[in-house]
């Protein structure tokens, strides 16, 4: 009930936002930027600005990152969704000053496989946030840092 | 004036391997100059791919993503040929795109 509640007013003001010309033209093409989102300091909330408090850990998610990576300011990282009908990936690094690093959203073929480089502050969780279906689900990989790529 | 774009994509049966390099400094807004100052954030937001002007990937960043960017996607039903245009923006709003068509598999 609040789920949906909380998604409606997201839609809304979305809407709201198109509709009173906040976004420009060439904006709309692209999904918002999601500002709650990306500037959440905390984990927790970076999941609920993202619309996914609640998780279903899954096997299907690879994550492909360095045990060990060197240099913190480049830590290659791979996330393979194999859950049928990925909407989306994103990928958040728990420790950094602001976790959630990207969302992804793939259509029209695009596979559910996207690769990156990231910044990492110091030795840290790197979660992957899979939406398939409309649910969510996630998978974790540690990732060492020697070097923090935050400063 | 942006620097173009290294975009390499190549078909692998019918899944074409698109291989992204953008130039973009990515400041995180925390690092420091020599003068002590805070180098204010500049980071690309937002980065779509389009497969013959169908979106296959929409991606927001944040300024976690490395500078000079990389990004490696897949996109199924693909063919020789076919374009793939990649477009990015940042968050002075300043954008650029760059095309390629996808090479066959050598």
Redesign the interface.
């Known amino acids: 009930m609040n789920q949906l509640r909380r998604t409606l007013l997201k839609f809304s003001g979305a809407a709201l936002a198109v509709g009173t010309g906040l976004l420009k033209a ?2 709309v ?3 918002a ?2 500002k709650p989102a ?1 500037e959440s300091k905390a984990v927790a909330d970076a999941l609920k600005n993202l619309g996914a408090p609640n998780l279903i850990e899954s096997k299907d998610i690879i994550i492909t990152a360095p045990d060990i990576a060197e240099n913190g ?4 990282i ?1 996330v393979t969704s194999k859950i049928p009908n990925t909407q989306s990936i994103s990928i958040i ?1 728990e420790k ?3 976790p ?12 559910g ?8 502050g110091e030795t840290s969780n790197v979660r992957a946030v899979v939406k398939a279906d409309g649910k969510f689900y996630t998978a974790v990989k540690e990732v060492k840092i020697t070097i923090g ?3 | 004036m942006a620097e173009p774009m290294k975009i390499r994509a190549t078909l692998q049966v019918d899944t074409a391997d698109v291989r992204i390099l953008m130039q973009h400094p990515m400041e995180t807004g925390q690092r420091k100059d020599a003068k002590g100052e805070i180098v204010p954030m500049h980071f690309i937001q937002n980065v779509v791919i389009t497969h013959n002007g169908k979106t296959v990937l929409d991606a927001q960043w944040s300024q976690a993503i490395s500078r000079n960017p990389f990004l490696g996607l897949r996109v199924k039903g693909a063919r020789a040929g076919d374009r793939i245009s990649v477009t990015w923006t940042d968050n002075k709003g300043d954008t650029r795109t760059d095309e390629v068509a996808v090479a066959a598999p050598s």
């Open positions: 060439g904006e093409f692209a999904a930027w999601n990306f300011a480049v830590v290659p791979a690094a950094n000053p602001f959630l690093t990207s969302t992804h959203d793939v259509a029209n073929g695009g596979e496989y996207v690769s990156i480089r990231l910044k990492i790529g935050c400063g």
